[in-house]
């Protein structure tokens, strides 16, 4: 079946460091995806979209890269921050219903 | 605005005892999706309602598991005769039709 995971559970960074959270999708019909952030005792939050028309997609201190080739798409962070900590989601919406999700990825920022 | 509100924020109950978990979706949300989310993964699909149409539970992991929906407004998922694996935190969203869902804060259910 359709499965969206994530390459490595825990990310430790310093603050100011950039970061990049990996994440790989196996279907191939998949068009649309998003990263979400979780933290402590909180539902997850959007934070960025990206669809299959596009491989690069930039927010504010976030950028989405999307290879379709390798059916892999990432979360790049600059100047990450403590408040950056979190658990990030990718999750596919390719059908507009449910939500695929990935395990996530911890990520801890080191002061 | 008021985002995706859900009740109660933690509930303890007995293994066997019936639980309701309830959820205020974003107004004007026809969407309205449950997930499920054990202790250190990622989410679960459980049911799916769009509007009038028949829902999607094509997630729901058995029989014990049931979700209602009073047209766009409120849904319950009720868990009949709990059992410990069904400890986790249940998250509702809320979207426009095919548009980004919405997380609520979810219901943290204990079974003991």
């Known amino acids: 079946g359709e499965s969206v995971g994530l390459h490595l559970p825990t990310l430790s960074v310093q603050e100011g460091d950039n970061s990049i959270i990996n994440c790989a999708y196996s279907n191939s019909a998949s068009d649309y995806f998003i990263w979400y952030k979780q933290e402590s005792g909180k539902g997850p939050q959007f934070i960025i979209d990206?669809?299959?028309?596009?491989d690069k997609r930039q927010g504010q201190r976030v950028t989405v890269l999307l290879n379709k080739t390798v059916k892999h798409l990432s979360l790049q962070i600059a100047a990450t921050q403590p408040g950056d900590s979190a658990v990030y989601f990718c999750a596919d919406d390719t059908g507009r219903r449910a939500l695929t999700f990935g395990s996530g990825t911890r990520l801890q920022v080191q002061p | 605005g008021a985002g995706v509100s859900q009740s109660p924020s933690n509930k303890v109950t007995e293994k066997g005892k019936d639980v309701e978990l309830r959820c205020d979706p974003i107004?004007?949300?026809?969407?309205l999706y449950w997930y499920r989310q054990r202790l250190g993964q990622g989410l679960e699909f459980l049911i799916y309602?769009?509007?009038?149409?028949?829902?999607?539970k094509s997630g729901l992991p058995s029989d014990r598991f049931s979700a209602e929906r009073t047209g766009e407004s409120v849904s319950t998922l009720t868990i009949q005769r709990t059992q410990q694996e069904d400890s986790a935190v249940y998250l509702c969203?809320?979207?426009?039709?095919?548009?980004?869902?919405?997380f609520g804060p979810g219901t943290r259910l204990l079974v003991l």
């Open positions: 969203a809320s979207s426009r039709y095919q548009e980004t869902q919405y």
């Open positions: 990206i669809r299959s028309n596009m």
């Open positions: 309602f769009q509007g009038n149409s028949a829902p999607d």
């Open positions: 107004s004007g949300h026809t969407a």
